[in-house]
């Protein structure tokens, strides 16, 4: 099972991003999938989380201006990213909690994926 995060990059302040997290192998379930951030010198924070049933919680930062989704069918998760400021620069990791086919649950990270808000 692996992750695979895509859509990072450099963006003006007030501008938009749209990051997609793709979960691929043997996999029986899915249940919450979501995104966290890590700053330079700073500990890896929650962003968004979506559970199976649909259900999302925002860190209070980023309410109003991200909004998580995502696509079952596809074992996908998206994170669209408005109104971007600079604290918004980070590695932004993809996590999922999956359950492997004839394995247990388990928490799954992607690589990490850069996201630059600068002028």
């Known amino acids: 099972v692996q992750l695979v995060e895509s859509g990072g990059g450099l963006v003006q302040p007030g501008g938009s991003l749209r990051l997609s997290c793709a979960a691929s192998?043997?996999?029986?379930?899915?249940?919450?999938m979501g995104w966290y951030r890590q700053a330079p010198g700073k500990q890896r924070e929650l962003v968004a989380v979506s559970s199976s049933g649909g259900s999302t919680n925002y860190a209070e930062s980023v309410k109003g201006r991200f909004t998580i989704s995502r696509d079952n069918a596809k074992n996908t998760v998206y994170l669209q990213m408005n109104s971007l400021k600079p604290e918004d620069t980070a590695v932004y990791y993809c996590?999922?909690?999956?359950?492997?086919?004839?394995?247990?649950?388990?928490?799954?990270w992607g690589q990490g994926t850069q996201v630059t808000v600068s002028s």
């Open positions: 192998g043997s996999i029986f379930r899915i249940n919450a």
């Open positions: 996590n999922a909690d999956i359950l492997p086919h004839g394995l247990a649950f388990a928490d799954y």
